[in-house]
């Protein structure tokens, strides 16, 4: 009990959390805890995952902003190998920090987790060469129900960190990321005033 250190409402964002386990190391390596589910409930996080996801990407990769329409998920993300610039913008409608958004570097050395509530957009930029990215999640991924939110958009401003020599111009995004609306768009369809 007891391995993991938790900053909770990070941000000044209700709900987002940075969770560093402990790390037991010596010479030979180290060994820690990626989840325990008593030491989140002790911490008052209670969450039921369903389906864990890993990625691989590469050096000035962008993916995001992404969410789940009618199946928000909740996510516990980490970076196993390299680092990247992790991003979580508040979509819950009657929150005051609505549209807000907070990053964080998640490295393999660093070891944190960003804890990411439902109804929030999320992205991340990778900053080494190679990142390799896990989640957990409470609800499985339905590929109809897919939203997405431009990683520039000018309302919500986010101050991306960006890999050593690269540029907006020159990040790798997919055909949908490029495509994703706009905040103000995905306001107007929810009749939201900004």
């Not at 990407?57 to 990247?84: F, M, T, W």
């Not at 979580?88 to 998640?106: E, N, P, Q």
């Not at 020599?165 to 949908?176: E, I, R």
Request: aromatic share 12%; charged share 25%.
């Amino acid at each position: 009990m007891g391995q993991i250190k938790v900053e909770k409402n990070v941000g000044g964002i209700d709900g987002l959390c940075v969770i560093e386990p402990a790390v037991h190391g010596d010479n030979r390596g180290y060994f820690m805890e990626t989840y325990n589910q008593r030491d989140m409930e002790a911490e008052g996080l209670n969450y039921s995952f369903v389906q864990d996801n890993q990625s691989c990407s590469a050096k000035g990769v962008l993916r995001g902003l992404h969410y789940q329409i009618n199946h928000p998920q909740d996510k516990l993300v980490r970076v196993i190998r390299g680092e990247v610039f992790d991003v979580a913008v508040d979509l819950r409608r009657d929150s005051l920090t609505f549209g807000k958004w907070f990053g964080i570097l998640l490295t393999e050395e660093n070891k944190k987790q960003f804890l990411i509530p439902k109804n929030f957009a999320h992205g991340f930029i990778v900053l080494s060469d190679i990142a390799e990215f896990c989640y957990k999640v409470t609800d499985f991924w339905y590929p109809n129900d897919e939203g997405g939110l431009m990683w520039n958009d000018k309302d919500i401003a986010i101050g991306w960190m960006m890999p050593e020599g690269m540029t907006a111009d020159n990040l790798n995004l997919s055909d949908k990321d490029r495509s994703n609306m706009s905040f103000a768009e995905y306001c107007s369809e929810r009749g939201i005033e900004i």
